[in-house]
């Protein structure tokens, strides 16, 4: 039987300690329903880091991480109907709901009490093979080499999604927290929508790629307007005050990412009075994806990434906690 290999988060700890063990294993087969993914390239998000650090209880004991993988379909399983071996696909972080729930049917599938998540309760992509319910994979748009296209699935997709939360007014001014993969990927689709888009970043590294792609102005403190809309992108819950203290009357700031350390606490007047809004968001629906992919397809999308051989997945994960990734961090096998 062919091996393959794949990274495990063998014991979820400071990444100093190195939770992850890259193993040999036998290829995964596809169960019906699912479809054999051959991983082209696989981005590393910083829910991997936070799976890996025990910041998320553990879903799944030895498990692959990966959620935003781009490959190739290797095999079929029974009773898959619209792929064909060789077409180029996307598997992401939500790879299950129940389509039954509340939530389900109200059309917020990413809210299902019993989803399932791609890295996390499933193997994902730091391997050369990963399986993924057809049924939740995406096509993926021409013009973008596979290394490119990685990131777009989560970093890209959430990034999205918070942009949709929100509700920017047209020709809005939407301040960007923190930029690296998922913000430098938002505030493009922003800016191709007519915002201004001020971004607050400390490091200088960050600061130029931000002018680069347009933005309004890049800094490390307030912005210097008043804001329609912001996202938090920096997983830094300090920051949570000085975001709603930076919006303008009516405005509306969303933490996009999964984990946020501690929130200090707010002044109703200084911070949620005019009615300012703060809004979480959690996960996608497969139509946030779609949208996402063909918004990408219209408007080329430039995207900064840096390429690890998927040996180097333990040094991706920790680069990333250290800060010193440019754009996103890929697994090339
Ligand atoms: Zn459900
Ligand atoms: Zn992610």
């Given at each position: 039987m062919e091996t393959t290999r794949a990274w495990q988060v063998d014991r979820p700890g400071p990444i100093a300690e190195q939770p992850l063990r890259l193993v040999t294993r036998p290829r995964p087969e596809p169960a019906p329903g699912e479809l054999l993914i051959r991983v082209l390239a696989s981005g590393v998000c910083r829910t991997d880091l936070h799976v890996a650090e025990g910041d998320l209880p553990v879903h799944r004991a030895g498990v692959v991480p990966g959620h935003e993988v781009v490959g190739e379909v290797a095999a079929l399983g029974g009773g898959v109907t619209g792929y064909a071996t060789g077409d180029r696909v996307g598997v992401a972080w939500?790879?299950?709901?129940?389509?039954?729930c509340v939530y389900c049917r109200r059309g917020a599938e990413n809210l299902c009490t019993r989803s399932r998540y791609t890295g996390w309760d499933a193997d994902g992509g730091y391997a050369d093979y990963t399986v993924a319910p057809a049924d939740y994979v995406y096509r993926l748009p021409g013009g973008y080499s596979d290394a490119e296209l990685a990131p777009l699935l989560c970093a890209g997709i959430i990034g999205y999604r918070a942009l949709r939360r929100v509700e920017l007014p047209p020709g809005g001014r939407l301040g960007v927290y923190g930029f690296g993969a998922s913000a430098h990927l938002a505030a493009q689709v922003a800016l191709a929508e007519g915002a201004h888009v001020p971004v607050v970043t400390r490091p200088p590294a960050a600061q130029r790629p931000a002018h680069d792609l347009g933005a309004t102005s890049a800094g490390g403190d307030r912005p210097p307007e008043p804001l329609d809309a912001a996202i938090l992108f920096?997983?830094?819950?300090?920051?949570v005050p000085a975001a709603l203290a930076a919006l303008d009357r009516g405005g509306t700031l969303a933490v996009a990412g999964i984990h946020l350390t501690d929130i200090p606490s707010l002044n109703y007047q200084d911070h949620l009075f005019q009615e300012r809004q703060l809004r979480s968001v959690t996960a996608n629906t497969r139509a946030d994806g779609r949208d996402f992919l063909a918004f990408c397809a219209a408007h080329r999308l430039s995207v900064t990434t840096t390429p690890y051989p998927l040996s180097s997945a333990d040094q991706a994960l920790a680069d990333l906690a250290a800060g010193r990734v440019d754009g996103a961090a890929v697994l090339v096998p």
């Open positions: 939500l790879r299950h709901t129940c389509g039954e920096a997983p830094v819950g300090v920051l």
